[in-house]
């Protein structure tokens, strides 16, 4: 049985840093895509950032050079790094897991949620003002 859970969430002031943690049980992150998915109160769930199993990354315009995705294959989770945080940033962020790889798959439609196949609880990032 996947299991995903999501950690490090919290509240923090406007350019200010948070690391969200993810971690995999029933599932091998390597070689494998994976995704941070955001939703916030009235809105749609939004693809922030993806990471294929070879390392290739996709982000959404409005976080590129603030936020990182990255693997930790020996720890088997996944990261996001989340710098100069805006109030926009809000939201609950979810971890999400495809059977896949994303070799073959264009950077846009990587943070496509219906692509994934394994989701976490989320957890909730509050940026104030």
């Known amino acids: 049985q996947v299991q995903l859970v999501e950690s490090g969430g919290g509240s923090v002031q406007a350019g200010g840093s948070l690391r969200l943690s993810c971690a995999a049980s029933?599932?091998?992150?390597?070689?494998?895509?994976m995704g941070w998915f955001r939703q916030a109160p009235g809105k749609e769930r939004e693809g922030v950032a993806a990471i294929a199993g070879n390392g290739r990354t996709s982000y959404a315009d409005s976080v590129k050079g603030r936020l990182t995705i990255a693997k930790d294959n020996a720890a088997n989770t996944l990261y996001l790094q989340m710098n100069s945080l805006k109030p926009e940033d809000t939201a609950m962020y979810y971890c999400?897991?495809?059977?896949?790889?994303?070799?073959?798959?264009?950077?846009?439609?990587?943070?496509?949620?219906?692509?994934?196949?394994?989701w976490g609880q989320g957890t909730q990032v509050t940026v104030s003002s």
């Open positions: 999400a897991a495809t059977s896949g790889s994303c070799i073959v798959v264009p950077n846009s439609d990587m943070r496509e949620p219906s692509l994934y196949n394994y």
């Open positions: 029933g599932y091998t992150i390597s070689n494998r895509c």
